[in-house]
C-alpha cells in the first residue's frame, strides 16, 4: 500500500521537535486579500493605488491608470518598485539623461530604481490598465513633484 505523502520536517531528535513548535507558533497560514478588501494607498494624480500587504520594508498593491490619463511626475523615495502588467499597456516617462520612455505590454514585468522620477501614461483611449507593484524599502511610497520645466528634463 503505497504511504501518504508528509509535508512535515523529519524529526532526528527532541531538538527539532523544539524547531517545529517555535515555527508553529509563528506561522498562520495563508493570507489571502480579496479585490473588495484593498485598501486605499498612496495617490499620484491620475494613479489609483489599493494596497494589499505591507510591512515595515515592503507594499504591495495594485494601480489601475484610467483611458487616456498621464499621471503627476512622482517617485518612490528610497523604495525599489517591482511590477508587473496584468492588463493594459503602459508607458513609463522618466528623467535620466533627459526624458526617456519605455512601453510595456500586459504579462511584462519592470524595475523602477529608487528616486527615479517618472510618470505613467495609458496610452488607450478605451480601457484602463491595471499594474500589481511591490515597493521594497523604507519610508514614503510616493514622493510627488512639480512637472519638469519644458525642455529642461
Given at each position: 500500500?503505497?504511504?501518504?505523502?508528509?509535508?512535515?520536517?523529519?524529526?532526528?531528535?527532541?531538538?527539532?521537535?523544539?524547531?517545529?513548535?517555535?515555527?508553529?507558533?509563528?506561522?498562520?497560514?495563508?493570507?489571502?486579500?480579496?479585490?473588495?478588501?484593498?485598501?486605499?494607498?498612496?495617490?499620484?494624480?491620475?494613479?489609483?493605488?489599493?494596497?494589499?500587504?505591507?510591512?515595515?520594508?515592503?507594499?504591495?498593491?495594485?494601480?489601475?491608470?484610467?483611458?487616456?490619463?498621464?499621471?503627476?511626475?512622482?517617485?518612490?523615495g528610497?523604495r525599489?518598485?517591482?511590477?508587473?502588467?496584468?492588463?493594459?499597456?503602459?508607458?513609463?516617462?522618466?528623467?535620466?539623461?533627459?526624458?526617456?520612455?519605455v512601453?510595456?505590454?500586459?504579462?511584462?514585468?519592470?524595475?523602477?530604481?529608487?528616486?527615479?522620477?517618472?510618470?505613467?501614461?495609458?496610452?488607450?483611449?478605451?480601457?484602463?490598465?491595471?499594474?500589481?507593484?511591490?515597493?521594497?524599502?523604507?519610508?514614503?511610497?510616493?514622493?510627488?513633484?512639480?512637472?519638469?520645466?519644458?525642455?529642461?528634463?
Amino acid at each position: 500500500m503505497p504511504q501518504k505523502p508528509t509535508f512535515l520536517p523529519k524529526l532526528t531528535s527532541a531538538r527539532s521537535l523544539v524547531g517545529l513548535v517555535d515555527l508553529a507558533s509563528v506561522m498562520t497560514g495563508i493570507e489571502v486579500v480579496r479585490d473588495s478588501d484593498l485598501t486605499k494607498g498612496a495617490s499620484t494624480h491620475g494613479i489609483t493605488r489599493m494596497r494589499a500587504f505591507e510591512s515595515d520594508d515592503l507594499l504591495v498593491s495594485q494601480s489601475r491608470v484610467g483611458p487616456g490619463v498621464v499621471s503627476g511626475w512622482h517617485h518612490h523615495g528610497k523604495r525599489h518598485l517591482y511590477g508587473f502588467l496584468v492588463s493594459g499597456r503602459l508607458q513609463l516617462e522618466y528623467l535620466l539623461n533627459g526624458t526617456q520612455m519605455v512601453t510595456l505590454q500586459a504579462g511584462d514585468f519592470f524595475h523602477i530604481p529608487v528616486g527615479l522620477v517618472h510618470r505613467d501614461l495609458n496610452p488607450d483611449k478605451d480601457c484602463a490598465l491595471i499594474v500589481v507593484n511591490v515597493l521594497a524599502g523604507k519610508g514614503p511610497a510616493v514622493i510627488n513633484v512639480e512637472a519638469p520645466p519644458e525642455g529642461k528634463s
